[in-house]
């Protein structure tokens, strides 16, 4: 087994720097342990893992479509957040302005940034299922913040959410992780705006490796992340910096309306 397995991530946030330090340290010692390198975005850690210059990338499930793409589908998902495996996006509006995705008929709907699953593609794929055409029965207001970084930032959702409280917007599509951050934080003024609409669920992140990596080293360094304890306090607190409680095995059906999102609006091609 190699010494030390490398890892890709992207610094969207300070905090990212602190997690993936702690992550180090747990794996010290390990059967197999590992080192990290940060990137700008996730366009150049895609790159990065398909030219082998990393063995894991931490992926948003964008970058995975990617990745298992580039590889024909031969491509490994070695684990998942638990808070990944059913993520959904929610169209928020004035509250008691509107009821139901089919209300927001020749309204404005304000997006994330375009390459954002939660907060630009998959709204667009689901009010296609709601029989509502964007750009033609829907007036879509993009907010391209932070581009690279696939909506990690939040920023873009902030500017949709100021969208609909300045009256430019009827509503606003947010990640449901993301519209709980910023009502425990106090950014949302009480009683001004509420979700109305929560999409199917879907997958979110999960760490991508190639079919090169073998199998033996995958499986070492996979069974020892997923023996993260949160009754541990030292690896607690890298669990809640990163959002879950304990680390899953893969669970691939939930990106099956990511694949179709993506075909469908032809985002392959551009991210």
């Known amino acids: ?73 031969e491509c490994r998902v070695l684990a998942m957040r638990d808070t990944d495996v059913e993520f959904f996006t929610l169209l928020v509006g004035r509250t008691g302005d509107l009821t139901s995705a089919s209300e927001l008929r020749d309204r404005t709907l304000a997006l994330g940034s375009a390459d954002s699953v939660q907060a630009a593609i998959m709204p667009v794929h689901y009010l296609r299922r709601e029989g509502l055409e964007p750009d033609r029965d829907v007036r879509l207001l993009r907010f391209d913040s932070d581009v690279g970084k696939h909506g990690d930032t939040g920023r873009s959702e902030r500017e949709a959410l100021e969208a609909v409280l300045g009256a430019t917007a009827d509503a606003a599509a947010v990640g449901a992780v993301s519209w709980d951050t910023f009502v425990r934080a106090g950014e949302v003024p009480p009683g001004r705006l509420a979700p109305f609409w929560t999409s199917p669920a879907y997958s979110h992140c999960n760490f991508t490796a190639l079919p090169s990596l073998q199998s033996d080293v995958a499986d070492a360094w996979t069974a020892h992340l997923r023996a993260m304890d949160w009754t541990v306090p030292e690896q607690r607190r890298i669990l809640e910096l990163e959002g879950l409680r304990q680390w899953v095995g893969p669970q691939l059906d939930g990106y099956r309306d990511v694949f179709d999102a993506v075909d469908e609006q032809g985002i392959a091609a551009r991210w």
Do not use: C
Request: charged residues 20%; glycine residues 6%.
């Open 1 to 73: 087994m190699p010494e030390t397995l490398m890892v890709g991530a992207v610094a969207y946030d300070a905090k990212v720097v602190p997690i993936w330090e702690g992550i180090r340290e747990y794996f010290r010692d390990a059967p197999v342990e590992m080192d990290f390198v940060l990137f700008s975005n996730y366009e150049a850690q895609v790159d990065a893992l398909l030219g082998g210059r990393i063995d894991v990338a931490w992926n948003t499930n964008l970058a995975y479509v990617r990745v298992h793409r580039a590889t024909a589908g």
